[in-house]
Nanobody
Framework: QVQLVESGGGWVEPGGSLRLSCAAS????????FTWNRQVPGKEREWVAT???????SYADAVKGRFTISRDNDKRIVTLQMNGLKPEDTAVYYC???????WGQGTLVAVSS
């Protein structure tokens, strides 16, 4: 079955870095684009970044220049490197596999001093 498992969240001070990972199984990884999204309680889920099957990427304006999405087709992992974190980046981050519309359980990122 389709499974996406996020990890790497935690607490960090403003300006710090975190690296999120999404391990995927149960579908042809190389055939899917992946997105990272985030959600603050009480607000709608927000798109953060996409990595397409061939490797091209796209980012929301709010994270452009600070976040980097990448994929490793051999290891079946999608990562989100987050640098220069700001308090407004605080949210639960979710990985999505567009091919199967699969979602992980989310990992919490908290940015505060």
């Amino acid at each position: 079955q389709v499974q996406l498992v996020e990890s790497g969240g935690g607490w960090v001070e403003p300006g710090g870095s975190l690296r999120l990972s999404c391990a995927a199984s149960g579908f042809p990884f190389g055939s899917s684009a992946f997105t990272w999204n985030r959600q603050v309680p009480g607000k709608e889920r927000e798109w953060v970044a996409t990595v397409f099957t061939g490797g091209p990427t796209s980012y929301a304006d709010a994270v452009k220049g600070r976040f980097t999405i990448s994929r490793d087709n051999d290891k079946r992992i999608v990562t989100l490197q987050m640098n220069g974190l700001k308090p407004e980046d605080t949210a639960v981050y979710y990985c999505n596999a567009m091919l199967v519309n699969g979602w992980g359980q989310g990992t919490l990122v908290a940015v505060s001093s």
